[in-house]
């Protein structure tokens, strides 16, 4: 049997995790933030072979900080699936007009998207602040912000777009991936302006 295992955290962690495998039993994984990793394997027969998998350079350096060898790590990306999207765009990019009438845009304007969850270490805060300081500056073209998914920030985001008559402000909600790729051709510019913490981001890919 192999066992695979795959942790997307990068902050020193401390504690003990148990983690269930398909097989007959529980390996219990003890991670100390000053020493090794150290496996218990109470009820695994002693020949499995393990192996992680990290899906960037922080990851990796996360296991290797817990002494996880070289020769157990294999790099698996965060990826999406390319031809759907590649796909989408090409069908979308006809429509672009139509498709931004239906959410009450110009053909003319420019349009900025984010796209996540609406937490802090997103920052869409910031970028709503970069939007209000971008538009002071320069009324033409004319350009919509778009702030697509959910999360604990919304409720601030709107009320400051509110409170600031920022009428060129969408806030559309969580988008599928069906629904996202009509978002995509219809936007200019996409902003991540992510904090520490960010892990990847994989509406980049997208």
């Known amino acids: 049997d192999l066992i695979i295992l795959t942790v997307q955290s990068y902050p020193t962690v401390?504690?003990?995790?148990?983690?269930?495998?398909?097989?007959?039993?529980?390996?219990?994984?003890?991670?100390?933030?000053?020493n090794s990793t150290q496996w218990?394997?109470?009820?695994?027969?002693?020949?499995?072979?393990?192996?992680?998998?990290?899906?960037?350079?922080e990851n990796k350096k996360f296991y290797?900080?817990?002494g996880v060898p070289n020769n157990k790590l294999f790099f698996a990306p965060y990826a999406?699936?390319?031809e759907r999207f590649m796909a989408a765009s090409r069908s979308l990019i006809a429509h672009r007009k139509s498709l931004r009438e239906r959410q009450g845009i110009s053909e003319d304007a420019m349009v900025i998207l984010f796209a996540g969850k609406l937490i802090?270490?997103?920052?869409?805060?910031?970028?709503?602040?970069?939007?209000?300081?971008?538009?002071?500056?320069?009324?033409s073209?004319?350009?919509?912000?778009?702030?697509v998914g959910d999360g604990e920030l919304r409720p601030e985001l709107e009320r400051y777009a509110r409170d600031h008559r920022m009428s060129h402000v969408k806030f559309l909600g969580f988008k599928n991936q069906t629904e996202i790729p009509e978002i995509?051709?219809?936007s200019d510019i996409l902003a991540l302006p992510s904090g520490a913490g960010e892990t990847w981001g994989l509406v980049v890919n997208e």
């Open 64 to 66: 290797q900080f817990y």
């Open 80 to 82: 999406v699936d390319n």
């Open 40 to 57: 218990s394997n109470d009820s695994l027969d002693k020949d499995l072979k393990f192996l992680t998998v990290y899906c960037g350079e």
């Open 184 to 186: 995509y051709a219809i």
């Open 141 to 147: 073209p004319t350009t919509y912000m778009l702030f």
């Open 14 to 34: 401390g504690g003990n995790w148990t983690v269930q495998f398909n097989t007959t039993g529980t390996a219990t994984l003890t991670i100390n933030p000053y």
């Open 120 to 139: 802090q270490k997103k920052r869409p805060m910031d970028l709503l602040y970069a939007y209000e300081l971008l538009t002071a500056e320069h009324q």
